[in-house]
């Protein structure tokens, strides 16, 4: 039984000490520099999910692309 | 006129350029120089290494398919084409897909599933028994596509992927339902193991079905059972809790066979690592219980995204529209229908066939899989049947070949002059089909033992009833021949100064052109017994390469050459604003000129998610015009950061940054308390 509370204790100290040090390092970090964003198109039939793969006349022809209006 | 080409003449030295012995020491340089381009450039700067956007051209084995490609589409050039062929392509009159797998195989193929796993099968590295649960129904789907996918040029296609999957949805639910039987009855009652086995095996077979109450069904047998001491209580109880267990259980094991099966093919490569299967599944008539199971987790599996919630790019999806089976809210899979339009909304997929277009229609037999048409991939369709009018059916059946007509040159040629037009596409189409036939005596001298799993498996139809040594000659005539065209709007711009789009008057001689390649197909298809077929031509490589070259020759003219690309087939020109009913009306009648195939998109604006009403009224739109296919586009952008799915414009709406730009952890684990799919970062 006692063993088992300074166990706890020392659990929780642990925790704490985590805790403080993972707020601080937190602040800190940052992260999703120079992370572009997906943008996924059809390309005849097929999704792509990047337009990196586009070859040049599939990105001049997603670039013209205008919308169809529902009214 | 058609048959002079029966033996292909194939020569040690080159055809072309034998006069000049210079010049093919020149054009070997230029092999070598396309060499150069692959290995020293990336993809990001070198368009021949983005041909196909699905193919990672950086690679190691991306450009070693990329050699092989060039390597082969210079032999093929230089030994195998006739000269006029041969000129035909590479000045742009015409296009000859996949021309680097001209002398090897064909381009596509509908695989049954339920025919290949009976009695299981073999991939040529390893035999496989016949599946027995819905995960392994799933991994052997993959297993099939994959090991297909490495015998042919095209995308491979599931056209009953339902039908197929439920038959190991019923083997899962039994499997369930006497694992939870036992249980209870071995809480329950007293009864020996042994005597359990007896009335498991009494009635193992007969428990083929899902349904939540068993027990009405089989109440009268039960009765041979009281001599074991228990009531008809107690068995009616084991029944009601086993086959209630039963089902929560087979419906939680088949959303994860269906995730598995959309994870898999998103990252299992083929083709030496260079790419994914081309797969795609058509589904959504099966109104079984077990086929109801799948449809529905397949597309909760495909909302749901990949493992940080991407959107799955494979396998392209196909929901079959039915009046009487899924269209109407009164059918019995009108909730799937539903629930395949949300599912579409955010990810792109399933596309909609349309079973009720009138040239679909009439090949439909209710009930049977095998007479609803099928889509592969991009478009392809394979339904008709000259060569064998009984069988008009989908499986075991495909896409031989396909070769596009330049149609803006022709018009650019004929100087506004239309029966000039007509009578050079006449000559055209004639060149195209000697081509075809051409390469088809090549594929006709292929044995069976080319294709170890395509053939030697009985994927193909009738394959199984030939010997490893024999000739494909005769199953292949179940295959189609296909013409495609690419630019039908620049074409009517040059002819007449409008596109379909801008003009009635166009838009009947647009119809006129089309009708006329049908009816040349069809009358080639009548002579030879062959199924030549016309495609709306589904053009990535292409679809620069022809305007390029016409620009060179015929100068900048206004919406025919002065854009980098032709717009794909009959579609309206994709910068030309058009209201989307009109759109639907313009394009639809083309659909039915196509039998090889075809496609129509509409472009959405925003978030569609929040407009399901406009997405459900275009569909209908589609099918009451006679569609046979098509799809919406929307914007569907994803920030990897954050995790948000949605619309981008300049900045995420869910964590504000800018694309490039950090956001700082904190930030990020304050909305991961609103928003369950945030990537977690250590």
Redesign the interface.
């Given at each position: 039984m006692y063993q088992f509370i300074i166990k706890e204790d020392t659990v929780l100290n642990n925790k704490e000490k985590n805790e403080q040090n993972q707020s601080a390092y937190?602040?800190q970090?940052?992260?999703?520099?120079?992370?572009?964003?997906?943008?996924?198109?059809?390309?005849?039939?097929?999704?792509?999910?990047t337009l990196?793969?586009?070859?040049?006349?599939?990105r001049?022809?997603e670039k013209?692309?205008?919308?169809?209006?529902?009214? | 006129m058609l048959t002079r080409y029966e033996n292909v003449k194939m020569t040690a030295k080159p055809i072309r350029n034998t006069q000049k012995s210079n010049s093919v020491y020149v054009n070997e340089t230029e092999l070598m120089d396309i060499y150069k381009k692959l290995t020293f450039t990336a993809a990001q700067d070198e368009d021949i290494k983005r041909e196909n956007a699905n193919i990672d051209g950086d690679t190691a084995m991306g450009t070693m398919l990329k050699y092989g490609s060039e390597g082969s589409k210079f032999f093929i050039d230089h030994y195998v084409l006739p000269e006029n062929i041969a000129q035909a392509h590479q000045n742009g009159d015409i296009h000859i897909h996949d021309k680097d797998f001209y002398m090897l195989t064909e381009t596509c193929c509908q695989i049954d599933l339920i025919k290949l796993f009976k009695n299981g099968f073999s991939t040529g590295h390893g035999y496989l028994r016949e599946p027995n649960s819905i995960e392994s129904y799933s991994a052997l789907a993959c297993i099939a596509i994959q090991a297909n996918q490495n015998e042919m040029h095209g995308g491979q296609s599931v056209p009953n992927f339902d039908y197929a999957m439920a038959d190991g949805i019923k083997k899962t639910f039994r499997q369930e339902f006497w694992k939870f039987f036992r249980i209870y009855m071995q809480i329950k009652t007293y009864l020996e193991e042994i005597e359990i086995d007896a009335i498991q095996e009494k009635f193992e077979q007969k428990i083929v079905i899902i349904r939540l109450h068993l027990f009405q069904v089989y109440k009268e047998q039960f009765e041979e059972f009281l001599y074991l001491n228990v009531t008809q209580d107690i068995l009616r109880d084991a029944f009601c809790f086993a086959s209630q267990k039963a089902v929560k259980a087979t419906e939680r094991r088949t959303y994860q066979a269906m995730e598995a099966f959309v994870h898999n093919l998103n990252t299992m490569n083929s083709r030496a690592g260079a790419q994914v299967p081309f797969s795609s599944i058509n589904y959504g008539t099966d109104t079984s219980e077990e086929g109801r199971m799948v449809i529905r987790n397949l597309l909760l599996a495909t909302k749901a995204g990949l493992g940080n919630g991407e959107t799955p790019i494979f396998p392209v999806q196909i929901f079959k529209v039915k009046e009487g089976i899924n269209f109407n809210s009164k059918d019995k899979n009108y909730d799937l229908f539903k629930l395949a339009m949300e599912t579409s909304a955010s990810r792109f997929f399933p596309n909609f066939s349309f079973i009720d277009a009138p040239f679909n229609k009439k090949f439909y037999k209710k009930g049977d899989f095998q007479t609803e048409v099928a889509y592969m991939g991009c478009r392809t369709r394979v339904l008709e049947n000259v060569y064998d009018p009984k069988r008009q059916t989908i499986c075991g059946r495909g896409n031989l070949s396909f070769t596009t007509i330049n149609l803006p040159r022709l018009a650019l040629k004929a100087h506004g002059d239309i029966e000039l037009f007509f009578k050079l596409l006449d000559k055209m189409i004639y060149l195209s089909f000697h081509q075809l036939l051409h390469r088809f005596h090549i594929q006709c001298r292929k044995k069976v033992r080319n294709y170890p799993f395509l053939m030697g498996q009985g994927i193909w139809i009738d394959s199984e009833k030939l010997a490893i040594d024999d000739e494909i000659a005769k199953i292949l005539k179940h295959g189609t021949l296909t013409i495609g065209f690419i630019g039908l709007a620049e074409t009517l711009k040059a002819l007449i100064g409008v596109h379909h789009g801008e003009s009635k008057a166009a838009q009947e001689l647009g119809l006129k052109i089309i009708s006329y390649m049908r009816q040349k197909t069809d009358e080639a298809a009548k002579r030879t017994k062959l199924n030549f077929s016309l495609i709306a031509t589904p053009a990535e490589g292409l679809s620069g390469r022809f305007v390029l070259m016409d620009r060179k020759q015929y100068g900048v003219i206004a919406e025919v050459t002065d854009r980098d690309y032709y717009t794909n087939s009959f579609h309206i020109p994709v910068y030309y604003p058009i209201k989307a009913y009109k759109k639907i009306q313009l394009e639809a009648p083309y659909h039915s000129l196509t039998n090889g195939g075809h496609i129509t998109y509409i472009e959405l604006d925003g978030d569609v998610c929040k407009n399901m009403d406009a997405f459900e009224t275009i569909i209908r739109y589609m099918k009451e015009s006679g569609i046979g296919y098509g799809a919406i586009n929307h914007p569907l952008d994803r920030d990897p950061v954050c995790g948000y799915v949605g619309v981008i414009d300049n900045e995420c709406p869910r964590c504000g940054r800018k694309e490039g730009e950090s956001v700082s952890i904190k930030k990020l684990n304050e909305l991961r308390e609103i928003y369950s799919n945030v990537p977690i970062y250590n």
């Open positions: 937190i602040d970090k940052k992260v999703g520099a120079n992370v572009g964003f997906a943008r996924i198109r059809r390309i005849t039939g097929y999704l792509v999910g990196d793969r586009f070859n040049n006349a599939k001049a022809e013209d692309r205008v919308k169809h209006g529902c009214s | -």
